[in-house]
């Protein structure tokens, strides 16, 4: 598979701030990445130095197996075959519909970019607002004449900026599905940032998921959820919760939960432990289940999601079908699907 982005030990530097450390990752032809972490982890100063706004301090940046960036090199965002969608999808507003997906395609004659537009509108089933401006168009159309903008150059990336951020949770889930297909027919690809996890599960091939300016961890959205490689990336992925608790040596957990497999405790002797207990590893089950106590129950439509104490106070959840009808205060018997919980040593005696 032939690399379209890669990026070899980048470090980027704002005065005396250190925004980003050593980060290396690569894209093949097609795939779709994410940027993902919290607010300050230097998602967007990656963004932006692929982009061509900001100088590196260390390490390259390729497109195409061609370096743009290097500490002593930058090609000009305007000779870089990028294309952006920002945040607030930044149209122009004096701009048709048409003439805003045309406004790049400087090279073009008048016929190719009339055929380009054709093209682009088709992709984003908006023919008939065509002749719109952009205060006419809801959110999700306008995203849509974003991203046709960004793609009718027909660039080698494209750079999604928190493409979603600013429409609602119905709509978002339901455009993420739509331009990852449009993206996945067309092989474009594509780079988004975002600190919302459920956008880069819903886009990504590949999260490379950052904290503090370094990578925490480079994989699939099913890698990263079901084996984080870290506390933060444990606790930073889905709802799970890490709980406390003691193995004995044979890998028993202390409180009678059961025991791990030898792959997920190797220790010679017990010790403390924290286990990523996920909401659907949690199982009702009347006859053998652990007694805990509800303490909050939340109806999402198919499934509860129940919030269950622990003896020692701590509390993890349980996503149960709703017909699994308990009220808080009650005991709720569960059981674990333990093979499956990440296992992260705090202390080994
Ligand atoms: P994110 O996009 O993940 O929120 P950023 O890349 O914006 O993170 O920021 C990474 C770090 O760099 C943060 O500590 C931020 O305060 C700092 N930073 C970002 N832009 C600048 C700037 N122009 N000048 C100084 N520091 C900056």
């Given at each position: 598979m032939s690399e379209q982005l890669s990026l070899n030990r980048v470090s980027i530097k704002y005065s005396n701030t250190a925004a980003v450390t050593n980060?290396?990752?690569?894209?093949?032809?097609?795939?779709?990445?994410?940027?993902?972490?919290?607010?300050?982890?230097?998602?967007?100063?990656?963004?932006?130095?692929i982009a061509g706004f900001e100088p590196i301090l260390d390490g390259e940046i390729k497109l195409k197996g061609n370096i743009i960036s290097t500490p002593s090199f930058r090609q000009p965002p305007e000779q870089r075959s990028v294309g952006m969608v920002f945040q607030d999808f930044a149209l122009f507003p004096h701009l048709t519909v048409q003439q805003n997906i045309g406004f790049g395609l400087t090279q073009a004659t008048k016929e190719q970019t009339a055929i380009r537009i054709t093209e682009m509108l088709d992709l984003i089933s908006l023919q008939s607002l065509a002749q719109r401006y952009p205060h006419e168009l809801s959110g999700g159309q306008q995203q849509r004449v974003a991203l046709a903008r960004a793609l009718a150059p027909d660039p080698e990336i494209l750079l999604l900026d928190e493409p979603f951020s600013n429409l609602d949770s119905v709509r978002r889930s339901k455009l993420?599905?739509?331009?990852?297909?449009?993206?996945?027919?067309?092989?474009?690809?594509?780079?988004?940032?975002?600190?919302?996890?459920?956008?880069?599960?819903?886009?990504?091939?590949?999260?490379v998921l950052l904290d503090q300016g370094s990578v925490a961890q480079i994989g699939s959205p099913r890698d990263l959820y079901h084996?984080?490689?870290?506390?933060?990336?444990?606790?930073?992925?889905?709802?799970?919760?890490?709980?406390?608790l003691e193995v004995d040596a044979a890998g028993n957990l202390l409180n009678g939960w059961g025991k791990l497999s030898s792959k997920q405790w190797s220790g010679k002797n017990g010790g403390r432990i924290k286990l990523l207990i996920r909401p659907d590893l949690v199982i009702f089950d009347k006859k053998k289940g652990h007694p805990?106590?509800?303490?909050?129950?939340?109806?999402?439509?198919?499934?509860?999601?129940?919030?269950?104490?622990?003896?020692?106070?701590?509390?993890?959840?349980?996503?149960?079908?709703?017909?699994?009808?308990?009220?808080?205060?009650?005991?709720?018997?569960?059981?674990?699907k333990l093979d499956q919980a990440a296992v992260f040593k705090t202390e080994s005696t």
């Amino acid at each position: 598979m032939s690399e379209q982005l890669s990026l070899n030990r980048v470090s980027i530097k704002y005065s005396n701030t250190a925004a980003v450390t050593n980060v290396s990752f690569a894209l093949p032809k097609g795939e779709i990445g994410c940027l993902l972490g919290p607010s300050g982890c230097g998602k967007t100063s990656l963004l932006r130095a692929i982009a061509g706004f900001e100088p590196i301090l260390d390490g390259e940046i390729k497109l195409k197996g061609n370096i743009i960036s290097t500490p002593s090199f930058r090609q000009p965002p305007e000779q870089r075959s990028v294309g952006m969608v920002f945040q607030d999808f930044a149209l122009f507003p004096h701009l048709t519909v048409q003439q805003n997906i045309g406004f790049g395609l400087t090279q073009a004659t008048k016929e190719q970019t009339a055929i380009r537009i054709t093209e682009m509108l088709d992709l984003i089933s908006l023919q008939s607002l065509a002749q719109r401006y952009p205060h006419e168009l809801s959110g999700g159309q306008q995203q849509r004449v974003a991203l046709a903008r960004a793609l009718a150059p027909d660039p080698e990336i494209l750079l999604l900026d928190e493409p979603f951020s600013n429409l609602d949770s119905v709509r978002r889930s339901k455009l993420a599905a739509e331009v990852r297909s449009l993206l996945k027919r067309r092989r474009i690809t594509a780079l988004m940032v975002t600190h919302d996890q459920d956008e880069a599960f819903a886009m990504s091939d590949q999260i490379v998921l950052l904290d503090q300016g370094s990578v925490a961890q480079i994989g699939s959205p099913r890698d990263l959820y079901h084996y984080p490689v870290s506390i933060f990336a444990a606790d930073f992925i889905g709802a799970g919760k890490l709980i406390n608790l003691e193995v004995d040596a044979a890998g028993n957990l202390l409180n009678g939960w059961g025991k791990l497999s030898s792959k997920q405790w190797s220790g010679k002797n017990g010790g403390r432990i924290k286990l990523l207990i996920r909401p659907d590893l949690v199982i009702f089950d009347k006859k053998k289940g652990h007694p805990l106590f509800i303490v909050e129950k939340l109806f999402q439509g198919a499934n509860y999601l129940y919030h269950l104490a622990m003896a020692d106070g701590q509390i993890l959840s349980c996503l149960a079908p709703n017909e699994i009808d308990h009220a808080i205060g009650d005991e709720l018997p569960v059981r674990f699907k333990l093979d499956q919980a990440a296992v992260f040593k705090t202390e080994s005696t």
